[in-house]
C-alpha cells in the first residue's frame, strides 16, 4: 500500500504539516543558501559524506525535514533523540548500537538530536567521545544559538549551518502545492483558497511553515461545503485559523509605518512614537515586531546616554509575552515613552561597528601574554601570567594594555556629553589624569 494512501487511516490522522514534510532535496522548501545546487551541504549529503552538523534556526524553517532527507538519502543508520527527554542512559545505548553496526557491518550511525540545546553537560560528556571517534555522527537541531546554549566541546566538533525563517513567498508556495497535491496534500476534498486568504496566512506565519500548513487545514477542514459541493476559503476564514486578523493597509504603507515608529524614537517624539505603534499593532501587525524594534532602538538610539531605556524595552517584552494583548499593550506604551524621552547617543552603535570593522579587516589573536589562560600552559605561560594587574588590587582600575600591539591605539566607544555618558567621560578622563 502506498505510504501516502488517504485510505490509511494512520496516515489521513497525521497533520498537513507531516504529510507534506519533503523527502528529497527537490522538495524541500526554502535554505537555498545552504542546499542550494552546488552548495557544500548538498554535496556532503548527495555524496553521504556529511559531518556531525548543528541545524540551528527559527520555528518551522526546516531543521528537522532536512535531518529527515539526510536520513532517507543515507546507508547508515538513523537515531532520533529529543534532549529534553532523553537521558544519559539513552545516549549509552544509542552509542553501543552504533559502535556495534560499525563493528559488524561497516554501517555509520547518524543521531538526530532535537532541541539539542537542552543538552546538559553530563549528556554531552556521554556523547563526546562517539562523536570525536566518528562513531557517532551527530545531527543537532536547535532554536537557540549554540555558540552560546550548548557545550563548546560538542559545538567544537560540529559543523553550524544557520537557518533563515521562510520567506512569504516560499510558504506561499508550499500551501498552494499543498492544496493540489492528492497523495499529500489536500487536492482530493475539492477546496478553493481566496489568494487573498493565502497571503494573510503565508504573511502572518512569520517565517514558520509549519504555524502555516496548520492554519491552511485548519482553514479547510473546518468551513462548511458549498452548495456546488466545493469548500470556499475566504480572508475571514484565514484570519480565524491563523487568530490574527488581515493587515489594515497594504505591504507599502505597513513598512512606511514602521519606519515612521522607528525615525520617531529616533526624534524623541513619544507621540508619534505611540500612534504609530498602535497603528501597526491594531492594524493587524505583529506587536513583538514592534518591541523588536523598540529593543533595538533603545540600545542604538538611546544606548549609554541612560542604559535604563534597554532595561524597561526588554521588560517590555517579558511583560507582553506573560500578560498578552491588550493588557501587555500598558508596559510597551511605557517603555516607548520612556526610549523617546531618554537622553540620546548612538555612541553603542558606532563602537560596535568600529569593532566588527578591525574584527574582520584587522583581526589580531595575539593576545598579550598576561591576559592569556594559563590553566593549561607550560611554566613560560604560568610566568607570564603573574604580570596581569588585577584591578581590584590597585583600587578598582589599573592601568594596563588589553589590546592587541596592532590595535593598541584603536578606541572604539567615545562618550557624548549626553546624559549618563557625561558621567562615563568624567571617569574616561579622571583615568586618563592618574597614567
Known amino acids: 500500500m502506498d505510504l501516502f494512501d488517504f485510505n490509511n487511516n494512520e496516515e489521513r490522522a497525521k497533520p498537513l504539516a507531516e504529510r507534506m514534510r519533503a523527502s528529497t532535496l527537490d522538495s524541500f522548501v526554502g535554505q537555498k543558501h545552504i542546499v542550494g545546487e552546488g552548495s557544500l551541504l548538498r554535496r556532503a549529503i548527495a555524496l553521504d559524506r556529511l559531518g556531525s552538523c548543528i541545524f540551528w534556526g527559527p520555528p518551522g524553517c526546516g531543521k528537522t525535514t532536512l535531518a ?31 559502535r556495534d553496526s560499525l563493528k559488524l557491518y561497516g554501517r555509520r550511525t547518524y543521531l538526530l538530536l532535537d532541541e539539542c540545546h537542552r ?81 494573510h496566512i503565508a504573511r502572518t506565519a512569520n517565517g514558520d511553515l509549519r ?17 456546488n459541493g466545493e469548500i470556499h476559503v475566504t480572508l475571514k ?68 546616554a541612560d542604559p535604563n531605556a534597554l532595561v524597561m524595552a526588554v521588560s517590555a517584552l517579558t511583560a507582553f509575552r506573560n500578560m498578552g494583548y491588550p493588557e501587555g499593550l500598558l508596559p510597551l506604551s511605557q517603555a516607548i515613552i520612556y526610549v523617546c524621552e531618554a537622553e540620546k547617543s548612538n555612541s553603542v552603535c558606532t563602537a560596535m561597528m568600529r569593532a566588527r570593522k578591525d574584527a574582520v579587516e584587522n583581526s589580531d589573536d595575539d593576545i598579550p601574554r598576561y591576559l592569556r589562560d594559563s590553566s593549561y600552559g607550560d611554566k613560560s605561560a604560568k610566568a607570564e601570567s603573574q604580570k596581569y594587574l588585577f584591578p581590584h588590587d590597585f583600587g578598582g582600575w589599573v592601568e594596563q594594555q588589553y589590546l592587541p600591539d596592532s590595535l593598541k591605539d584603536h578606541v572604539y566607544y567615545e562618550p557624548t556629553e549626553n546624559g549618563y555618558e557625561k558621567i562615563v567621560s568624567e571617569r574616561r578622563k579622571k583615568r586618563e589624569s592618574a597614567k
Open 68 to 98: 529527515n532527507v539526510i536520513a532517507a538519502q543515507t546507508n547508515a543508520e538513523f537515531v532520533r533523540l529529543n534532549a529534553v527527554s532523553s537521558g544519559v542512559a539513552d545516549v549509552k545505548k544509542a552509542v553501543e548500537k552504533a
Open 119 to 199: 543538552f546538559s553537560k553530563t549528556q554531552s560528556d556521554s556523547l563526546l567521545p562517539a562523536v570525536e571517534q566518528g562513531t557517532i555522527l551527530l545531527i543537532g537541531s536547535t532554536t537557540e544559538n549554540p555558540y552560546a546554549s550548548m557545550t563548546p566541546a560538542i559545538v567544537s566538533r560540529c559543523r553550524v549551518f544557520e537557518f533563515r525563517a521562510l520567506s512569504t513567498e516560499e510558504i506561499r508556495g508550499a500551501l498552494e502545492k499543498a492544496l493540489t497535491d492528492k497523495r499529500k496534500g489536500l487536492g482530493d476534498v475539492s477546496a478553493k483558497v481566496d489568494g487573498d486568504a493565502l497571503d
Open 211 to 227: 504555524t502555516a500548513y496548520n492554519a491552511l487545514e485548519l482553514a479547510v477542514l473546518t468551513t462548511s461545503v458549498g452548495a
Open 237 to 304: 476564514d484565514a484570519e480565524q485559523s491563523i487568530q490574527r486578523k488581515s493587515l489594515a493597509f497594504n505591504e507599502d504603507k505597513y513598512y512606511d509605518i514602521i519606519s515612521a515608529f522607528c525615525k520617531s524614537l529616533r526624534g524623541s517624539d513619544s507621540s508619534a512614537a505611540l500612534y504609530y505603534a498602535m497603528r501597526i499593532i491594531e492594524g493587524g501587525g505583529d506587536p513583538l515586531l514592534v518591541i523588536r524594534r523598540l529593543i533595538a532602538h533603545a540600545a542604538e538610539d538611546v544606548g549609554m
